[in-house]
Protein backbone atom coordinates (compact mmCIF):
# COMPACT_ATOMS: atom_id res chain seq x y z
CA UNK A 1 0.00 0.00 0.00
CA UNK A 2 1.02 3.57 0.19
CA UNK A 3 0.33 6.88 2.13
CA UNK A 4 0.65 9.95 0.87
CA UNK A 5 0.75 12.87 2.63
CA UNK A 6 0.83 16.82 2.31
CA UNK A 7 2.74 19.27 4.40
CA UNK A 8 0.31 21.86 4.82
CA UNK A 9 -3.35 22.16 3.86
CA UNK A 10 -3.16 25.52 3.52
CA UNK A 11 -0.79 27.84 1.83
CA UNK A 12 -1.51 31.62 0.70
CA UNK A 13 0.69 33.81 -1.44
CA UNK A 14 1.14 36.86 -2.88
CA UNK A 15 0.40 37.48 -6.86
CA UNK A 16 3.84 37.31 -8.72
CA UNK A 17 5.37 35.23 -5.86
CA UNK A 18 6.99 31.93 -6.49
CA UNK A 19 4.80 29.14 -4.52
CA UNK A 20 5.87 26.01 -3.31
CA UNK A 21 3.58 22.49 -2.51
CA UNK A 22 4.66 19.71 -1.21
CA UNK A 23 4.06 15.93 -0.73
CA UNK A 24 5.20 13.13 1.25
CA UNK A 25 4.94 9.52 0.07
CA UNK A 26 6.08 6.00 2.18
CA UNK A 27 6.34 3.54 -0.52
CA UNK A 28 9.85 3.62 -1.62
CA UNK A 29 8.46 1.25 -4.48
CA UNK A 30 6.54 4.09 -6.11
CA UNK A 31 7.42 5.13 -9.60
CA UNK A 32 5.00 7.43 -10.93
CA UNK A 33 3.58 10.52 -9.51
CA UNK A 34 1.21 13.18 -10.80
CA UNK A 35 -0.05 16.63 -9.41
CA UNK A 36 -3.54 17.35 -10.19
CA UNK A 37 -5.33 20.99 -9.58
CA UNK A 38 -8.91 21.20 -8.11
CA UNK A 39 -10.58 24.40 -8.70
CA UNK A 40 -13.83 25.18 -6.92
CA UNK A 41 -17.16 22.84 -8.20
CA UNK A 42 -14.96 20.54 -10.66
CA UNK A 43 -12.65 18.14 -10.65
CA UNK A 44 -9.19 17.18 -10.25
CA UNK A 45 -7.44 18.03 -13.53
CA UNK A 46 -3.49 16.86 -14.43
CA UNK A 47 -1.08 19.33 -13.98
CA UNK A 48 2.34 17.56 -14.32
CA UNK A 49 3.87 14.29 -13.47
CA UNK A 50 7.53 12.44 -13.30
CA UNK A 51 8.41 9.50 -13.10
CA UNK A 52 11.04 7.94 -10.69
CA UNK A 53 13.53 7.93 -13.06
CA UNK A 54 13.83 11.48 -13.18
CA UNK A 55 14.76 14.48 -10.47
CA UNK A 56 13.06 17.29 -11.96
CA UNK A 57 10.65 17.74 -14.84
CA UNK A 58 9.02 21.77 -15.91
CA UNK A 59 6.26 22.48 -17.87
CA UNK A 60 4.76 25.65 -18.35
CA UNK A 61 5.40 27.88 -15.30
CA UNK A 62 5.58 24.81 -12.94
CA UNK A 63 8.00 22.33 -12.14
CA UNK A 64 8.06 18.96 -10.29
CA UNK A 65 10.81 17.68 -8.05
CA UNK A 66 11.35 14.25 -6.64
CA UNK A 67 13.68 13.03 -3.70
CA UNK A 68 13.54 9.68 -3.92
CA UNK A 69 16.10 9.85 -0.90
CA UNK A 70 13.46 11.12 1.16
CA UNK A 71 10.78 10.18 -0.30
CA UNK A 72 9.26 13.83 -1.05
CA UNK A 73 7.68 15.66 -3.73
CA UNK A 74 6.89 19.23 -4.63
CA UNK A 75 5.23 21.69 -6.95
CA UNK A 76 6.50 24.98 -7.86
CA UNK A 77 4.55 27.27 -9.18
CA UNK A 78 6.42 30.69 -11.09
CA UNK A 79 5.16 33.63 -10.99
CA UNK A 80 1.60 33.21 -9.08
CA UNK A 81 -1.74 34.22 -10.40
CA UNK A 82 -5.31 34.33 -9.14
CA UNK A 83 -6.35 32.05 -11.60
CA UNK A 84 -3.85 29.76 -9.58
CA UNK A 85 -6.19 29.17 -6.33
CA UNK A 86 -7.10 25.67 -6.20
CA UNK A 87 -6.80 22.76 -3.90
CA UNK A 88 -3.40 20.61 -5.39
CA UNK A 89 -2.95 16.79 -5.12
CA UNK A 90 -0.19 15.02 -5.74
CA UNK A 91 -0.74 10.99 -6.24
CA UNK A 92 1.37 8.50 -6.22
CA UNK A 93 1.33 5.01 -8.20
CA UNK A 94 3.27 2.01 -7.04
CA UNK A 95 5.05 -0.34 -8.90
CA UNK A 96 3.92 -3.23 -7.20
CA UNK A 97 0.55 -2.42 -8.12
CA UNK A 98 -0.35 -4.48 -11.25
CA UNK A 99 -3.33 -2.33 -11.77
CA UNK A 100 -1.97 1.32 -11.77
CA UNK A 101 -4.04 2.14 -8.89
CA UNK A 102 -3.19 5.84 -7.71
CA UNK A 103 -2.85 7.02 -3.82
CA UNK A 104 -4.04 10.70 -3.50
CA UNK A 105 -3.04 13.43 -0.82
CA UNK A 106 -5.15 15.10 1.35
CA UNK A 107 -4.98 18.89 -0.76
CA UNK A 108 -3.48 22.06 -0.17
CA UNK A 109 -5.22 24.91 -0.28
CA UNK A 110 -3.23 27.53 -2.35
CA UNK A 111 -5.23 31.13 -1.85
CA UNK A 112 -3.83 34.06 -4.11
CA UNK A 113 -3.78 37.30 -2.85
CA UNK A 114 -3.25 40.57 -4.89
CA UNK B 1 -13.51 17.64 -18.32
CA UNK B 2 -16.49 17.12 -20.84
CA UNK B 3 -15.29 13.72 -22.13
CA UNK B 4 -16.26 12.41 -18.97
CA UNK B 5 -19.52 13.06 -17.57
CA UNK B 6 -21.44 12.76 -14.41
CA UNK B 7 -24.89 12.16 -13.72
CA UNK B 8 -26.44 14.09 -11.83
CA UNK B 9 -24.19 16.55 -10.24
CA UNK B 10 -26.32 17.01 -7.05
CA UNK B 11 -28.37 14.80 -5.28
CA UNK B 12 -30.45 15.17 -1.77
CA UNK B 13 -32.26 11.90 -0.93
CA UNK B 14 -33.54 10.33 2.21
CA UNK B 15 -31.83 7.67 4.75
CA UNK B 16 -32.38 4.07 3.16
CA UNK B 17 -33.16 4.85 -0.78
CA UNK B 18 -31.41 3.74 -3.54
CA UNK B 19 -29.20 5.98 -5.28
CA UNK B 20 -27.51 5.74 -8.51
CA UNK B 21 -24.79 8.20 -9.71
CA UNK B 22 -24.18 7.20 -13.77
CA UNK B 23 -20.65 7.87 -15.22
CA UNK B 24 -20.25 8.19 -19.47
CA UNK B 25 -16.91 9.05 -20.81
CA UNK B 26 -16.26 9.39 -24.75
CA UNK B 27 -12.53 9.19 -24.17
CA UNK B 28 -12.23 5.63 -25.50
CA UNK B 29 -10.57 4.30 -22.01
CA UNK B 30 -10.99 1.02 -20.75
CA UNK B 31 -10.40 1.66 -17.46
CA UNK B 32 -13.12 3.32 -14.95
CA UNK B 33 -12.87 4.43 -11.51
CA UNK B 34 -15.17 5.80 -8.82
CA UNK B 35 -13.91 8.06 -5.88
CA UNK B 36 -15.36 9.57 -2.88
CA UNK B 37 -13.92 13.07 -1.48
CA UNK B 38 -14.68 13.98 1.92
CA UNK B 39 -13.46 17.45 3.16
CA UNK B 40 -9.90 17.00 4.40
CA UNK B 41 -9.36 13.52 3.47
CA UNK B 42 -8.40 13.90 -0.22
CA UNK B 43 -9.30 11.11 -2.75
CA UNK B 44 -10.93 7.57 -2.25
CA UNK B 45 -10.86 4.97 -3.86
CA UNK B 46 -14.45 2.59 -3.93
CA UNK B 47 -14.20 0.48 -7.00
CA UNK B 48 -12.34 0.57 -10.42
CA UNK B 49 -13.05 -1.41 -13.48
CA UNK B 50 -10.09 -2.53 -16.27
CA UNK B 51 -12.53 -3.48 -18.83
CA UNK B 52 -16.20 -4.23 -19.52
CA UNK B 53 -15.88 -8.06 -17.29
CA UNK B 54 -13.69 -6.58 -14.59
CA UNK B 55 -15.03 -5.30 -11.14
CA UNK B 56 -12.91 -4.86 -8.35
CA UNK B 57 -12.89 -3.19 -5.21
CA UNK B 58 -11.07 -0.62 -3.90
CA UNK B 59 -10.43 1.22 0.04
CA UNK B 60 -14.03 1.69 0.78
CA UNK B 61 -16.69 -0.31 -1.23
CA UNK B 62 -18.37 -1.21 1.63
CA UNK B 63 -22.33 0.34 1.04
CA UNK B 64 -21.37 0.27 -2.75
CA UNK B 65 -21.85 -1.42 -5.46
CA UNK B 66 -21.36 -0.68 -9.28
CA UNK B 67 -21.85 -1.87 -13.03
CA UNK B 68 -19.88 -1.87 -15.90
CA UNK B 69 -22.94 -1.70 -18.68
CA UNK B 70 -20.60 -0.54 -21.28
CA UNK B 71 -16.83 0.44 -22.00
CA UNK B 72 -18.49 3.73 -21.77
CA UNK B 73 -20.63 3.57 -18.90
CA UNK B 74 -19.95 2.95 -15.00
CA UNK B 75 -22.61 3.50 -12.67
CA UNK B 76 -22.34 3.60 -8.38
CA UNK B 77 -25.15 2.41 -6.54
CA UNK B 78 -25.82 3.15 -3.05
CA UNK B 79 -28.56 0.40 -2.03
CA UNK B 80 -29.70 1.99 1.11
CA UNK B 81 -28.14 5.58 1.63
CA UNK B 82 -27.04 6.55 5.26
CA UNK B 83 -25.68 9.95 6.46
CA UNK B 84 -21.75 9.25 6.01
CA UNK B 85 -22.29 8.73 2.76
CA UNK B 86 -22.76 12.45 2.56
CA UNK B 87 -19.37 13.43 0.13
CA UNK B 88 -18.29 14.51 -3.40
CA UNK B 89 -18.30 11.77 -5.51
CA UNK B 90 -15.95 11.52 -9.06
CA UNK B 91 -15.35 9.01 -11.96
CA UNK B 92 -12.69 9.11 -13.70
CA UNK B 93 -10.98 6.91 -16.53
CA UNK B 94 -7.53 6.19 -17.76
CA UNK B 95 -5.71 5.03 -20.53
CA UNK B 96 -1.99 4.01 -19.90
CA UNK B 97 -1.32 1.71 -23.47
CA UNK B 98 -2.33 4.87 -25.28
CA UNK B 99 -0.44 8.34 -26.07
CA UNK B 100 -0.02 10.82 -23.13
CA UNK B 101 1.15 10.40 -19.93
CA UNK B 102 1.69 7.21 -18.37
CA UNK B 103 -1.80 6.59 -16.15
CA UNK B 104 -3.24 9.67 -15.94
CA UNK B 105 -6.70 9.63 -15.00
CA UNK B 106 -9.11 12.11 -16.27
CA UNK B 107 -11.58 12.92 -14.20
CA UNK B 108 -15.43 13.73 -14.49
CA UNK B 109 -16.76 17.15 -12.86
CA UNK B 110 -18.09 15.11 -9.70
CA UNK B 111 -21.89 14.78 -7.87
CA UNK B 112 -22.32 16.13 -4.61
CA UNK B 113 -24.45 13.77 -2.69
CA UNK B 114 -26.34 14.51 0.47
CA UNK B 115 -28.21 11.85 2.95
CA UNK B 116 -30.43 13.68 4.99
Known amino acids: GESVGLHLPTLSVQEGDNSIINCAYS??????FIWYKQESGKGPQFIID?????DKRQGQRVTVLLNKTVKHLSLQIAATQPGDSAVYFC?????????????FGRGTQLTVWP | DADVTQTPRNRITKTGKRIMLECSQT?????MYWYRQDPGLGLRLIYYSFDVKDINKGEISDGYSVSRQAQAKFSLSLESAIPNQTALYFCATSDPTGGGTYNEQFFGPGTRLTVL
Open chain 1, 50 to 54: IRSNM
Open chain 1, 91 to 103: AVRDRGSTLGRLY
Open chain 2, 27 to 31: KGHDR
Open chain 1, 27 to 32: NSASDY
